[in-house]
T-cell receptor, first 114, second 113 residues
Framework: ETGVTQSPTHLIKTRGQQVTLRCSSQ?????VSWYQQALGQGPQFIFQ???????GRGNFPPRFSGLQFPNYSSELNVNALELDDSALYLC?????????????FGSGTRLTVV | GNSVTQMEGPVTLSEEAFLTINCTYT??????LFWYVQYPGEGLQLLLK?????DKGSNKGFEATYRKETTSFHLEKGSVQVSDSAVYFC????????????FGQGTRLTINP
């Protein structure tokens, strides 16, 4: 059983640029969530995808967008990068079921915006 | 709204000491409660959970009891080891469209031999 794989592990971008982060879900999982973890803080929910549709979103602007593919892998896209977007981005997959919080987290992508 | 407050760190203890990390929450309804652990350079791992009042979650010697009357979910371990050094996050699970986790700010724990 494979876990959640994220790529790349580290990334440096310039303010104003766009970035795409990738996530491969754990085998058998059909839901993917993305979280942003700023340095020294707890993770914050960005959004969740189920059956290729966004089914919930946190307090993040529209320049944060995502995709989920038929094989349940996912992308997080951030446009017009700002310095405050520097953070660890975590992907978590799960099997959709009410009350099931059986998330498997990846190791994250460390994004630095300069 | 939903929020989690953890005791501020960092926390430094000697090996075999007793550990308590306090966690209180604010939530509408009856959330599930979790403790996650993050080792350096890694993602989050679920340590334990409790889904209803008075439930006790336990794993690897760690315990936490869901206290509805005090809205708390304090993490305890009777005898810590150097390998327990990590960052610990308390979280609550809510359903707002999506099922999501609301995390506290984390508590860094260092255990000295």
């Amino acid at each position: 059983e494979t876990g959640v794989t994220q790529s790349p592990t580290h990334l440096i971008k310039t303010r104003g640029q766009q970035v795409t982060l990738r996530c491969s879900s754990q085998s058998g999982h059909n839901t993917v969530s993305w979280y942003q973890q700023a340095l020294g803080q707890g993770p914050q929910f960005i959004f969740q995808y189920y059956r290729e549709e966004e089914n919930g979103r946190g307090n993040f602007p529209p320049r944060f967008s995502g995709l989920q593919f038929p094989n349940y892998s996912s992308e997080l896209n951030v446009n017009a990068l700002e310095l405050d977007d520097s953070a660890l981005y975590l992907c978590a997959s799960s099997l959709a079921a009410r009350g099931n919080y059986g998330y498997t987290f990846g190791s994250g992508t460390r994004l630095t915006v300069v | 709204g939903n929020s989690v407050t953890q005791m501020e760190g960092p926390v430094t203890l000697s090996e075999e000491a007793f550990l308590t990390i306090n966690c209180t929450y604010t939530a509408t309804g009856y959330p599930s409660l979790f403790w996650y652990v993050q080792y350096p350079g890694e993602g989050l791992q679920l340590l334990l959970k409790a889904t209803k009042a008075d439930d006790k979650g336990s794993n690897k010697g760690f315990e936490a009891t869901y206290r509805k009357e005090t809205t708390s979910f304090h993490l305890e371990k009777g005898s810590v080891q150097v390998s327990d050094s990590a960052v610990y996050f308390c979280a609550l699970g809510v359903i707002q469209g999506a099922q999501k986790l609301v995390f506290g700010q984390g508590t860094r724990l260092t255990i000295n031999p």
